[in-house]
């Protein structure tokens, strides 16, 4: 535990916790935000609609390579 030899260092100590309280509050904040709008229907849609894409263009890349190297369905 830390000893002040005067008020006026503990007052000091004091603000400087307050104010890294209140940074700490404002970032949280910000991030609940972040959070709220990443979570929106609309983020949601759009974030749906990337990964089926991407999962329909893995498969017809795969479909596309097995048939070139003749492993495809038709053997």
Do not use: C, P, W
Not at 2 to 27: E, G, P, T, V
């Amino acid at each position: 535990m830390k000893k002040y030899k005067s008020f006026s260092a503990l007052d000091k100590d004091l603000k400087l916790k307050k104010l890294q309280i209140d940074i700490h509050q404002q970032k949280a904040k910000i991030n609940v935000t972040k959070i709220q709008k990443s979570l929106s229907l609309q983020n949601l849609l759009a974030e749906l609609i990337a990964t089926m894409a991407q999962k329909y263009l893995y498969k017809k890349v795969g479909t596309k390579l097995l048939e070139r190297f003749g492993l495809g369905r038709n053997q």
